[in-house]
């Protein structure tokens, strides 16, 4: 009649996993913020560094570009260089969640990946 509620015996097991989960999720969100990696755009003219979350850290700007005063060059590279750090900051996300879930393919993994940072 209700052959579902078999599993629910397993409840508490489960809760405890997800719970264990959103824990080692809080510590990698803690350890991302630590590490930095850089995009840069124009032969590097122009580098920006964020940490493991997407969050800009520090924005360079060659002195050369500066002295060109070339406004639309820096205006062209600057979202380059932010899309790009981005883009690295994706790429270490997955590479540590890989490690957290022991590459166990998760539902749903692939999505919230892609929204890290917002479209790059």
Do not use: C, W, Y
């Not at 570009?65 to 270490?92: H, I, S, V, Y």
Request: no cysteine; glycine share 16%; charged share 25%.
């Amino acid at each position: 009649m209700l052959k579902g509620l078999g599993n629910l015996a397993n409840l508490p097991g489960m809760i405890k996993q997800a719970q264990e989960m959103g824990q080692k999720m809080q510590q990698l969100n803690e350890e991302l913020k630590s590490k930095r990696v850089t995009g840069a755009a124009g032969g590097g003219m122009v580098e920006v560094d964020v940490n493991g979350l997407g969050e800009a850290l520090a924005v360079r700007v060659d002195p050369s570009l500066m002295e060109k005063g070339d406004r639309e060059l820096l205006e062209d590279l600057l979202p380059a260089a932010f899309n790009a750090a981005g883009r690295k900051a994706k790429e270490l996300h997955a590479e540590e969640m890989q490690k957290l879930t022991g590459g166990m393919n998760l539902p749903g993994l692939s999505e919230a990946l892609g929204n890290l940072g917002g479209e790059a």
